[in-house]
């Protein structure tokens, strides 16, 4: 089987829209995109190569349509990016000349990747992709860099309807900017109980 990873930019109040560019989505009248650039240093850059290695992705329309025109022209800042399956969840898409574009368009078709041979699959952006598995207990890690600042507005990586699940920390970096760089395991059901008792 294999683990599916979500990397995901957040604020402290959960967004995720448009991280990396003014124009990347305005969708709802977003007007802060960008809001990573002045946070990005060097620590940030390190891990994130780190996390940039060999895998398979799976993606939702939108972001495939952000990545595809711009990947293949950008690799060497993301060895392996192209050589990798992109799994596009897409019922309007049905080709690319990006290779390595294969069309799903259900949660069974999800299912059967993740219960097949191969690679870990890393999602990217595809917030409803995410929702999607969130809600069918279908992410095995979550890779979150957490940055110190407050949107109060724009689409969010949590939203109502995710099953309940805990987490285990197993990775984490706190750069010179005030960012949180935490990857999370999957561990089994949440557990409650009483704090001083």
């Known amino acids: 089987m294999r683990k599916i990873i979500v990397l995901s930019f957040i604020t402290l109040d959960g967004v995720m829209q448009g991280p990396g560019g003014p124009k990347e989505d305005t969708e ?5 995109g960008g809001w990573v650039a002045p946070y990005f240093d060097e620590a940030a850059g390190e891990v994130m190569q780190k996390q940039l290695k060999p895998a398979d992705y799976l993606l939702g329309r939108k972001t ?4 595809a025109p711009y990947w293949p022209k950008h690799a060497d800042f993301w ?5 990798g399956t992109k799994y596009v969840m897409s019922k309007t898409i049905k080709k690319s000349d990006w290779k390595n574009s294969v069309f799903i368009k259900s949660l069974a078709d999800i299912n059967r990747i993740k219960n097949s041979k191969g690679p870990d ?16 207990d ?12 407050i949107l109060g507005k724009g689409k969010k990586l949590f939203a109502s309807g995710a099953v ?22 999957r561990a089994g059901k949440v557990k409650t109980g009483t704090v001083g008792v």
Do not use: C, R
């Open 164 to 185: 309940p699940a805990a987490f285990t920390l197993i990775e984490s970096v706190v750069t010179p900017s005030g960012v949180i760089m935490a990857n999370y395991k």
């Open 64 to 67: 495939f349509g952000i990545w």
């Open 121 to 136: 699959i890393q999602v990217h952006g595809s917030g409803e992709l995410i929702q999607l598995l969130l809600k069918n």
């Open 138 to 149: 279908l992410v095995d890690e979550l890779w979150l860099k957490i940055f110190p600042l």
């Open 79 to 83: 060895p392996g990016i192209n050589d």
């Open 28 to 32: 709802g009248g977003f007007k802060y």
